[in-house]
């Protein structure tokens, strides 16, 4: 046999040139072993749908909810899987069903004082369109998630608890919340929006029909357009900032909170209130009276009626955006915190602060 011929190399090696090969057998080696165990981003979860699904959404974390032009559905939670139920495909026929009236059971808010605050049951219409449509129920995992729906989804159902931001979705929407704030940005059509103990923020929408009511936070509109509107509020302020109304129906409620009204446009307004506690601010001619509570106000030569009632809570009617009024009298930095809440959570960056409400106290 012949023996097995090894070469000997002979050379000088410097301490330098064995710290540079160790330093570089050790980096490939945390190379390997980073790349062994480093995880793979799960790519989101998608099921298929047939058109104009019905899409009912539980969550108990931040969430994102947005639409695109396919029939699916994507979950991205972070890589957990979300559960997901499907029930038979319901046939409308070839002509929509009459409005089936959803239950929005009554609900219940503790104060910090260990008051209690009654919310009422209600009933909200929706209407199915011609054609089948099956029901999707997703319960998204515990974590912060993006779902995207088919942009034709005929019915969009949340029940959550935590941050829930809707955008660009165009249909029948119920939104029922216990806590975050709740923010549209471009919705449109019919909605019923509820939160108990957070803020709600709609932004540069338009509705034929609106429903929204909080106990013991804000509701703030921005830039919006509604045929028919009832907002109501126990503690909470309500802000309607530079927006505009179709003929139709439109209610501002509270309690104690305080009403603060911007029309972009014609309205007919009609407030009762605390005696006192109205104020207005109008850059136009405007027909204003205000007696012993009750105030009407007929903007940019009347309009829609808007009527707006609140038991000891504040009035504020001006026309056009807030954010353009300079040199506003001291009282008017009650409706200051909503819009600085609506920039901060709502990322809306047409909400600049005027001079005269950069500085001062806050609303209650």
């Known amino acids: ?29 945390a190379l390997v072993v980073l790349s062994a165990v480093a995880p793979v981003a799960a790519a989101p979860l998608t099921v298929d749908v047939t058109a104009g699904p019905i ?26 899987a979300p559960v997901v139920q499907r029930r038979p495909t319901h046939n409308a026929g070839t002509t929509a069903t009459a409005p089936y009236s959803v239950p929005i059971p009554a609900a219940s808010v503790m104060t910090a004082e260990g008051n209690i ?3 009422g049951a209600e009933d909200f219409p929706v209407q199915i369109p011609a054609g089948s449509h099956e029901t999707v129920r997703i319960q998204v995992p515990p974590t912060a998630a993006n779902v995207t729906i088919p942009a034709n989804t005929s019915v969009l159902s949340i029940n959550g608890n ?54 013991l936070n804000n509701m703030v509109f921005q830039r919006c357009n509604v045929k028919q509107i009832e907002a109501t509020s126990n503690r909470g302020s309500i802000l309607y900032n530079n927006g ?24 007919n307004i009609a407030v009762k209130g605390q005696p006192g506690q109205i104020y207005q601010n109008f850059g136009r001619p ?16 009347g309009g829609p009626l808007v009527n707006i009632f609140t038991q000891q809570g504040r009035v ?20 200051r ?28």
């Not at 915190?337 to 609303?363: I, K, N, T, W, Y």
């Open 337 to 364: 915190a909503p819009l600085e809440r609506l920039r901060q959570e709502a990322g809306d960056q047409h909400v600049p602060m005027p001079p005269a409400f950069r500085s001062g106290p806050h609303s209650r």
């Open 286 to 301: 405007t027909q204003f009276f205000d007696r012993n509570g009750e105030a009407n106000a007929l903007v940019g030569g």
């Open 117 to 119: 605050i009654d919310l």
């Open 162 to 215: 935590g941050a829930t931001r809707i955008q660009n979705y165009h249909g029948q929407l119920i939104a029922q919340q216990r806590a975050g704030p709740l923010m549209l940005n471009n919705v449109s059509g019919d909605a019923f929006l509820q939160n108990l103990r957070g803020q709600i923020f709609v932004v540069d929408s338009n509705f034929d029909r609106l429903r929204t009511r909080t106990a």
């Open 316 to 335: 504020y009617l001006y026309d056009g955006s807030l954010m353009n009024k300079r040199a506003l009298p001291s009282n008017w930095g009650q409706i």
């Open 55 to 80: 899409v009912l959404i539980q969550h108990t974390q931040p969430i994102t909810i947005s639409t695109w032009d396919r029939e699916q559905i994507a979950v991205d939670a972070g890589g957990e």
């Open 244 to 267: 505009t109304f179709q003929p139709g129906l439109a209610r501002f409620e509270t309690v104690t909170g305080h009403v603060a009204l911007g029309v972009n446009g014609g309205a």
């Open 1 to 29: 046999m012949t023996p097995l011929k090894r070469r000997v190399y002979a050379c000088a090696v410097s301490p330098w040139s064995s710290a540079r090969r160790a330093l570089a057998g050790i980096g490939l080696l």
